[in-house]
């Protein structure tokens, strides 16, 4: 059973849509992750959210974490090319092992 | 944040063989990581590393397909014994610092034919 399910698997958008992201738990976290991996790389984080109904901004993207801190979304405004990629969030509910959602690949077509 | 460097980044195996992979951290770390990554898919814990001690699997992990050793607290390594075409995946190895962000190396692509 995964941990953190993710929605949507797939998404081919043409440049300059927004778009959003679900990533969903049945499980309580101290905090969420969510991480960009492109082609023969590893993940690479992107934000941290650790507070109930926090919303982070990194230039067109937007992370909001739920209140009761079992999901969070990810929204990319205005999507270029370089935004495809693997977006993966991720989550550490004991200790610091982490567990990652089932993952959204992102293709923005110029 | 951590440097991790991992190898070799891509091999070729025989079914049956087994390949070893290398992780080293550039600073000391408690735990390490090892997930397993199928193309475009995400990464599945396979096991935690710890220094002194039996790496704990996570569950469909067992020590004798994935053993691993961690001789230090900036090494570690799995092997991936035995293999077989389903083993045909992208491996990597990472370190947590707290529980706020994972680092990872850029991964072992194994191809086994």
């Known amino acids: 059973t995964q941990l953190l399910e993710q929605s949507p698997q797939f998404l081919s958008i043409q440049e300059g849509e927004n778009l959003t992201v679900y990533c969903n738990s049945s499980?309580?976290?101290?905090?969420l992750q969510w991480y960009r991996q492109e082609p023969g790389e590893g993940p690479v984080l992107l934000v941290t959210?650790?507070?109930?109904?926090e919303v982070k901004k990194l230039k067109r993207l937007t992370f909001q974490f739920g209140d009761a801190r079992k999901d969070s979304s990810l929204h990319i405004t205005a999507a270029q090319p370089g935004d495809t990629g693997l977006y993966l969030c991720a989550g550490a509910p004991a200790g610091n092992q982490f567990y990652f959602g089932t993952g959204t690949s992102l293709t923005v077509i110029p | 944040s951590a440097v991790i460097s991992q190898k070799p980044s891509r091999d070729i195996c025989q079914r049956g063989t087994s390949l070893t992979i290398q992780c080293q951290v550039d600073?000391?770390?408690?735990?390490m990581f090892w997930y397993r990554q199928q193309p475009g898919q995400s990464l599945t814990l396979i096991a935690t590393a710890n220094q002194g001690s039996e790496a704990t699997y996570e569950s469909g992990f067992v020590i004798d397909k994935f053993p691993i050793s961690r001789p230090n607290l900036t090494f570690s390594t799995l092997t991936v014994s035995n293999m077989s075409p389903e083993d045909s995946s992208i491996y990597l190895c990472?370190?947590?610092?707290?529980?706020?962000?994972?680092?990872f190396g850029q991964g072992t692509r194994l191809t086994v034919v």
């Open positions: 499980s309580v976290f101290s905090s």
């Open positions: 990472s370190v947590s610092k707290g529980n706020t962000e994972a680092f």
């Open positions: 959210v650790v507070t109930g109904g």
């Open positions: 600073s000391q770390v408690t735990m």
